[in-house]
């Protein structure tokens, strides 16, 4: 087909032949006649759609072509006179004759009898002069190469392999994005919220899962026999990394704007944070029990986060491919032109599954939007996030209006507001049930009264009964006080306090009768030893850990200091008068100290003269152990 | 959802180096660690066993004498020279490192009676049974001649030289001091007229010294007096005493009663502390420098080692070779015991039986630490006590001890029956102490 469609090319008009020209320049090694297989090659969707684009055009222009006369021979009359022959007689029985007669019929390619040329072709003729089919190819030509220029970029920058660049680049673009989502929350806190919502999603996804920690096959491998390789190191860092940064927290308030607040003041305290709103009630959470009771409120919500659809996670508005695609719409939906004027194209990159997803949203300015939607409306500027003003003001304007409007119907900027008005409510009412009451012993007065005044104030009682029950209707005071009351009680009683230590009896299970032959090991003194004067102060000595386990290092070094420490080869003297008769605590040099606690460190005092020899000494005795084992 | 997850900053517990301190983060909240008793009974308890287990004293001996060895020197200066002389009249220099004998010399007809090195380290005293002195140098030379000899009137039994001085003693008939320049005693003391068989100076207040007689009697010399200071009379002689090299006043003697008696020297009609385990005469004494132990050398064919304040010993050494042991060495650096016994053979031993020798990890020294401290703390305890006490001895031994203690058992009793069927005060209660000690005489 391709082939066909060349020569067709050929046969038109020599002004087309500058596109050929073009293509050599682009690739000059391909034959002209190969131009359109060339772009049947890439594999980019998007040349494809251009090629189909192409295509149609190109089939335009045959059609051109077919009304200079030489292609007129073609037999194409022929089987769609038959065709309708067959018609006349026979009307459309199963689907697909119904099918064949519609495309023969109701298409606008179909031939018509009675004019020469088919509806397509007329407005083909009509649409597009040559002049101007040349002018829009080349223009494609200016995208392609354009494109091409921008993915061979691309495809050099993946290429580089060190690693530092990539780390800027990833750094840059971190940023890039943190600022976006800055500007992002000053701008649309609703849309960030959304964000944050989206990351928040993700996370507990991530927390859930045991993706990026490495149990995997390959982190296990990896983690074993890629010790000392660094890349692999490296690659299980960086899967650590990205399960901490997916599962790290993220600050969960948004500020929001101060006429807001001013305007929806009575918004619960459950739900303010110290800087602003908390997102939660924002959100719409099925499960809240919150939503619970406006059942309305909740569906509508639905409702309007799918008609936003999709799942904006990633703003990222790529100019150059709207730019295309918008360039190749232009010929696609020809006939929504004029629709698509206010219609402003943004395009939202799902991280995860990293399909484009082109949302079309219709301006705010038309009524029905919810205001809960600017979402969008503020985003969509043609470069990223800015904002104009006076769309600022309009929206301002706007959402007072639709504030008016919409005063019963509630918003979801309102609603997380709204909610919270039924708690206050709540407690300034106060239902009383009137069959429930405390029952005081009623002191019986020992007097005669008539009976019929009795009855009269059962009636009048039975009244009053009534209306305090109509007054509070539906809920029970008087079981709640006696409760909390209890409840009081209970805590003020005094209460069993668990001694069971944890862990220990657990080993044997619980059931379990010691042996009454065993013979009892009894760890106890038979007298009192010597230097205790009665048995608590040797109990307390006992009881006083010396352990790791029960004292401090420092505390443990102390007790345990051996009381005398004798170092191996070193010689030590007797002691001289001098030392005995020196004052202990000038003593320094003296060869044995006793310290405070009465310890002896003889490992101190060695004569220049002895050390010197000693330190051989020393070694000798080394290989006199070493000559004993 | 909410997925409760444990979190923790490994900042906390992972150190950022090899070489830094592992961070362990601990709780002493005492209710997390209870039993602190019971536990660290069990691990005591443990310790004990395992220093049973571990217990290998034993480290060598040195082979070469031809005869029994007599006596032992200690060099001053060198922790690894050790001098032995035996009773063929054979010097032998030891080097302890390679277990190797680094010098013999044939220096007496009949026993070398006694060694001593000058403080220096650089010569050697010896006395022998041909009436002589000889002195000699430590370096190896070729002719193996004295460097001075002094041909005495008798038989010198015993020598010691002067802890700083260039001075040294002799006994035998008297105790005499001589200066090494000179050929005649500077100094001679008798006391009553049998011979002296030992002397020492002692380490502390070095113009002491003291000596033992035949007679029975310990006697006290003050180098620079004329005549000698006190002596006491125990019941049986005295084979030789060692000083406390900490404690300037207090002595030990050897006995042949079986016993060891520590004395101080202030007061001499009663001993500080009678130590008894040896079931025969006890040949040889020498302190640990700390001064808190001292190993003694038995006739019954034993080494044993007493505290200074215990009555009984700690330990006991024994192999199925050694006959009686004749001198007993305790090195400078408080971590062996050497031992001469009459099979020729000198023996190695460590000092403390279960003691890790070598260098140790901080871990490992805590531990032990740690360890003896338990150790220390329940020793009251029976289970604990039992443990640590349980030695076998030889048959010998064993029975010996035996017979003694019914021996003793006996003598009690018997003296319990007297005053229990006599006037009352007719029969005194007097203390174990001072029933060895027969006077004080000043």
Redesign the interface.
């Known amino acids: 087909m391709a082939m066909a469609n060349a020569r067709t090319v050929r046969l038109l008009s020599s002004g087309l032949n500058d596109r050929d020209d073009e293509d050599e320049i682009l690739t000059p090694k391909e034959e002209i006649v190969s131009s359109t297989e060339e772009e049947e090659d890439s594999d980019d969707e998007l040349k494809q759609k251009e090629e189909e684009k192409e295509f149609k055009h190109r089939s335009l222009l045959n059609a051109i072509g077919a009304l200079d006369g030489r292609s007129r021979k073609r037999p194409r009359s022929e089987p769609s006179q038959e065709v309708s022959v067959y018609n006349l007689n026979t009307s459309p029985g199963t689907s697909l004759e119904e099918e064949v007669y519609a495309v023969l019929h109701g298409s606008k390619f179909a031939e018509r009898s009675n004019h020469e040329l088919s509806v397509a072709e007329e407005e083909a003729l009509k649409a597009m002069s040559v002049e101007e089919a040349r002018e829009r190819r080349k223009e494609l030509q200016k995208m392609r190469a354009l494109q091409s220029y921008y993915e061979a970029k691309c495809r050099r920058q993946k290429k580089i392999k060190s690693k530092k660049y990539h780390r800027i680049q990833r750094k840059a673009h971190d940023r890039s994005e943190k600022k976006q989502l800055e500007e992002l929350e000053r701008v649309d806190p609703t849309a960030y919220a959304q964000l944050l919502f989206i990351s928040m999603y993700f996370s507990s996804q991530e927390r859930l899962t045991l993706k990026h920690k490495n149990t995997g096959k390959w982190a296990k491998g990896a983690t074993r026999f890629g010790k000392h390789n660094p890349q692999s190191v490296q690659a299980i860092n960086e899967q650590l990394q990205k399960n901490k940064d997916l599962t790290t927290k993220i600050s969960a308030t948004i500020e929001s704007d101060d006429e807001e607040e001013e305007e929806k003041g009575n918004g619960g305290d459950w739900m303010k944070t110290d800087k602003g709103v908390s997102i939660k009630p924002s959100l719409s959470d099925i499960n809240n029990p919150w939503f619970a009771g406006e059942p309305k409120i909740a569906k509508k919500k639905e409702n309007d986060t799918k008609t936003d659809g999709k799942v904006y996670h990633k703003l990222q508005p790529i100019t150059l491919k709207q730019d295309a695609s918008d360039a190749s719409s232009d010929s696609e939906d020809e006939q929504d032109v004029d629709s698509m004027k206010p219609v402003r194209k943004v395009r939202f990159f799902d991280e995860q599954n990293s399909s484009d997803d082109e949302v079309e949203i219709r301006d705010a300015k038309s009524k029905n939007l919810q205001p809960w939607q600017p979402l969008v409306k503020r985003t969509d500027t043609e470069n990223g996030l800015k904002v104009d003003n006076e769309d600022e003001l309009d929206r301002n304007s706007d959402d007072e209006e639709i504030e008016q409007e919409n005063k019963n119907t509630p918003t979801k900027v309102s609603s997380s507001k709204k909610i919270s008005e039924p708690v206050a409510d709540e407690k300034e009412e106060v239902h009383v049930d009137p069959t429930k009451f405390f029952e005081i012993e009623s002191r019986k007065i020992q007097s005669e009264k008539p009976d019929f005044a009795i009855l009269e104030d059962d009636a009048d009682e039975d009244e009053q009964r009534i209306t305090i029950q109509q007054a509070f209707a539906d809920d029970d005071v008087v079981s709640a006080f006696s409760k909390e009351k209890l409840d009081k009680v209970d805590k003020d009683k005094p209460k069993n306090i668990d001694l069971s230590l944890p862990g220990w009896g657990d080993w044997g299970g619980s059931g379990i009768v010691p042996n009454k032959r065993k013979k009892k090991k009894s760890a106890a003194v038979n007298q009192l030893p010597f230097p205790f004067t009665n048995a608590q102060q040797f109990e307390r000595s006992i009881r006083q850990p010396v352990g790791q386990t029960w004292n401090p290092e420092s505390t443990f070094k102390k007790l345990t200091k051996p009381k005398v420490s004798t170092k191996m080869g070193s010689i030590i003297a007797p002691i001289t008068s001098e030392e005995a008769f020196e004052d202990k605590s000038k003593t320094k040099k003296g060869h044995q100290e006793i310290t405070e606690s009465g310890q002896m460190n003889f490992t101190k005092k060695q004569t220049k003269n002895q050390r010197k020899k000693s330190k051989g000494r020393h070694q000798n005795k080394k290989n006199h152990q070493d000559g004993n084992k | ?1 909410k ?1 409760k ?1 444990l979190s923790r900053n490994p900042d906390d517990c992972i150190r950022e180096t090899k070489n830094d301190i592992h961070k362990v983060p ?1 709780n ?1 909240n ?2 997390l ?2 039993f ?6 069990t ?1 005591a308890l443990n310790a004990t066993k395992l220093e049973r287990v571990f217990a290998k004293p034993f ?2 001996s040195l082979d070469g004498h031809k005869d029994g060895v007599h006596c032992m020197s200690k060099h001053p ?4 020279t050790l001098l032995s002389g035996s009773c063929d009249g054979e010097i032998r220099l030891w ?5 190797r004998c680094t010098r013999s010399i044939t220096a007496h007809t009949g026993f070398v009676r006694g060694l001593c090195c000058k403080p220096e380290g650089n010569h050697f005293f010896s006395v022998g049974d041909d009436s002589t002195i000889k002195q000699w140098d430590m370096e190896t030379s070729e002719s193996d001649e004295p460097i001075n000899t002094i041909i005495g009137k008798s038989i010198y039994i015993s020598i010691d030289h002067h ?1 700083k001085d260039a001075v040294f003693a002799t006994c035998g008939q008297q105790v005499d001091i001589w200066d090494a320049s000179r050929t005649d005693p500077i100094r001679s003391f008798t006391w009553g007229t049998d011979s002296i068989h030992s002397v020492k100076f002692n ?3 070095t113009h002491l010294l003291g000596s033992c007689a035949a007679d029975r009697n310990i006697v006290l010399y003050d180098m620079r007096g004329a005549a000698p200071l006190r002596k006491v009379i125990l019941d049986m002689k005295s084979n030789t005493i060692a000083w406390n ?2 404690e ?1 006043y207090i002595f030990t003697a050897a006995n042949e009663d079986y016993n060891l008696y520590t004395f101080d020297m202030r007061r001499l009609d009663m001993p500080v502390k009678i130590h008894m385990d040896h079931v025969s005469a006890v040949l040889d004494v020498d302190y640990a ?4 132990e001292f190993v003694s050398g038995s006739f019954d064919k034993s080494v044993r080692i007493f505290p200074t304040d215990k009555g009984r010993s700690r330990e006991v050494y024994h192999t199925k070779r050694m006959q009686h042991v004749s001198c007993v060495k305790w090195s ?4 062996y015991v050497l031992s001469g016994s009459d099979e020729t053979n000198i023996r ?1 031993w460590k000092a403390r039986a279960s003691e890790k ?2 260098v140790m990890r901080p871990r490992e020294q ?1 531990a032990m ?2 360890d ?3 150790k220390d ?2 020793h ?4 604990l006590k039992r443990i640590s006490r349980h030695r076998h001895v030889p048959k010998a031994i064993y029975s010996e001890a035996k017979t003694l203690r019914i021996q003793r058992d006996s003598k009690r009793r018997k003296e319990s029956n007297r005053r229990k069927h006599s006037k009352p005060g007719a029969v005194p209660i007097i203390p174990e102490r001072k029933k060895h000690v027969v006077a004080e005489v000043q």
């Not at chain 2, 080097?95 to 277990?99: E, F, G, I, T, V």
């Not at chain 2, 400078?332 to 971590?335: E, S, Y």
């Not at chain 2, 009251?380 to 289970?383: A, E, I, R, V």
């Open positions: 959802m997925v997850v601990r002493y005492p209710s660690h209870p602190e008793a019971a536990r660290e009974y691990r480290l060598g200066t060198s922790l690894s080097n302890l490192a390679s277990r802890w380490p502390i207040e090299p900490i300037a420098p700390t001064g808190l400078m650096d408080n971590k190695v020798l070598g805590a630490d740690y003896a401290k338990l703390k329940f009251h305890f029976p289970q």
